[in-house]
């Protein structure tokens, strides 16, 4: 195993979708993938919008994780935020992410202190404006693209670009022996 993808979700969540197949793709670079439910059911109405504390949630996750490999992180929607949160809260684990059409309004001052090189996709429209707007706040190096269209051709065109933002940044870490 090269890297670590963890991908984060919630009830509702677009991602299990897509997830198949980014474990695929990512597989095929020799990164293994998780994908994490950060929300329970019952959770969901209350705390969907509450980035701080799904990004409290990843902590558990993440401290499991071995710290000589390196760590990345796909968030959908909401899960987006809690990713920034999170990456911005513990500088340098978190190798790179990718936001899928990204609440990054609820995680505007964790993009601020976020060193993190971070691809904002977009192909959600409302979402977009909120976007353009936290591209320009990240420190690290960051781009935002946006995919036109729906369905299985949208979807595979996001799959394409999130696995090869991460198998590009996500770089084994150099042990002395």
């Not at 439910?37 to 504390?53: G, I, N, W, Y």
């Not at 558990?60 to 987006?80: H, M, Q």
């Not at 992410?97 to 202190?113: E, F, K, M, P």
Request: aromatic residues 4%; hydrophobic residues 50%; glycine residues 6%.
């Amino acid at each position: 195993m090269r890297a670590l993808v963890i991908s984060c979700t919630a009830p509702g969540s677009n991602a299990i979708a897509s997830d198949d197949f980014v474990a695929a793709e990512l597989a095929a670079q020799d990164i293994d993938f998780l994908s994490v439910s950060l929300l329970t059911d019952q959770e969901a109405t209350q705390f969907r919008a509450d980035a701080d504390f799904m990004a409290e949630r990843m902590l558990g996750v993440i401290a499991s994780a071995p710290r000589e490999i390196p760590l990345g992180l796909i968030g959908y929607g909401p899960t987006a935020a809690a990713a920034i949160v999170f990456a911005a809260q513990n500088p340098g684990r978190i190798g790179a992410l990718v936001s899928v059409n990204g609440r990054t309004d609820i995680a505007v001052d964790s993009l601020r202190a976020l060193h993190t090189p971070t691809l904002l996709l977009v192909n959600d429209m409302p979402v977009l404006r909120v976007n353009r707007e936290a591209v320009s706040l990240i420190k690290a190096e960051r781009r935002i693209e946006i995919v036109h269209g729906a369905g299985e051709q949208a979807t595979h065109a996001m799959v394409e670009k999130t696995v090869r933002w991460l198998a590009d940044r996500l770089v084994p870490v150099q042990v002395a022996v």
